[in-house]
């Protein structure tokens, strides 16, 4: 089944920069369209941005030009490059595939605590 585990997190300065890793198990990540997701404290979990098996992206608007989604299919990993990190991005991100969100909605993992001091 799928089995993803986040890592990456930490405490950062605005401004300042993170890279996400999702480590997948199989082929999840060349098979599948995957996405980051994040939820801050005290509001609903969010699509950060996403990935098609095809390459294309897609971003949020309060991320895009700041955030890139990536994919490394060999080690089965996807990343999320974070940059000019505010305090609104401020979360726990968690990675999925689009299949499992809309049709697994209890299967998230752990995630990675991403903080960002003012």
């Known amino acids: 089944q799928v089995q993803l585990v986040e890592s990456g997190g930490g405490l950062v300065q605005s401004g300042g920069s993170l890279r996400l890793s999702c480590a997948a198990s199989?082929?999840?990540?060349?098979?599948?369209?995957m996405g980051w997701y994040r939820q801050a404290e005290g509001k609903q979990r969010e699509l950060v941005a996403r990935i098609t098996s095809g390459g294309s992206t897609n971003y949020a608007r309060s991320v895009k030009g700041r955030f890139t989604i990536s994919r490394d299919n060999a080690k089965n990993t996807v990343y999320l490059q974070m940059n000019s990190l505010r305090p609104e991005d401020t979360a726990v991100y968690y990675c999925n595939t689009e299949g499992r969100v809309a049709t697994s909605p209890g299967s998230w993992g752990q995630g990675t605590q991403v903080t960002v001091s003012s």
């Open positions: 199989g082929s999840i990540v060349s098979s599948n369209a």
